[in-house]
């Protein structure tokens, strides 16, 4: 098999992150779900990448190495829908003494901070606490948003920032 210099990319794609078909079509194949599983499929049968359902999402995704985690599956499809509006994205970001899920400075340069509560609820003190030392370190007021399994449920985290 003659590899593209795309199929590079998916398998680099794959390594550091994972992530659904859907996924892998919006970031490598402009939106063309057919074309990205096809190519996918010929990437598995090589044994370059590796596939399987996804617990929890219970959708096929791809990766190399360990199966992404379900933060890190909405972490990206954050990013995706975001991407052109996105300067900087970091997840698992730590601030002070906190970790936050995501980190995003945007190109205007709003800073985000997305908390994903699936097995989990976000304490008030943490987000204070992070909102007062992004005031201290940037002097910008954080923009939080903390996402519940019914949002990403009804695919409310997939909403624009700017």
């Known amino acids: 098999m003659k590899l593209q210099h795309r199929?590079?990319?998916i398998i680099n794609y794959?390594?550091?992150n994972g992530g659904t078909i859907q996924q892998y079509a919006d970031?490598?194949?402009n939106g063309n779900y057919f074309g990205a599983d096809r190519r996918l499929l010929i990437l598995e049968k090589n044994k370059?990448?590796?596939?399987?359902?996804?617990p929890i999402v219970n959708k096929k995704v791809y990766y190399r190495g360990k199966m992404p985690s379900y933060h890190k599956i909405i972490s990206?499809?954050?990013?995706?829908s975001n991407r052109e509006n996105i300067q900087e994205f970091k997840r698992e970001a730590k601030l002070?003494?906190?970790i936050v899920d995501i980190f995003i400075?945007?190109?205007?340069l709003n800073v985000y901070i997305i908390e994903i509560d699936i097995f989990n609820k976000t304490t008030n003190k943490k987000i204070e606490a992070v909102t007062k030392y992004i005031k201290a370190k940037l002097g910008k007021e954080a923009h939080i948003i903390v996402y519940s399994k019914k949002d990403i449920d009804n695919?409310?985290?997939l909403k624009q920032i700017s």
Not at 76 to 80: N, S, V
């Open 14 to 16: 794959a390594e550091n």
């Open 155 to 157: 695919k409310k985290h």
């Open 27 to 29: 970031l490598f194949y």
């Open 76 to 80: 990206q499809d954050i990013y995706i």
């Open 48 to 54: 370059l990448v590796k596939g399987a359902l996804h």
């Open 7 to 9: 199929d590079i990319d």
């Open 96 to 98: 002070d003494k906190h």
């Open 105 to 108: 400075l945007t190109k205007k």
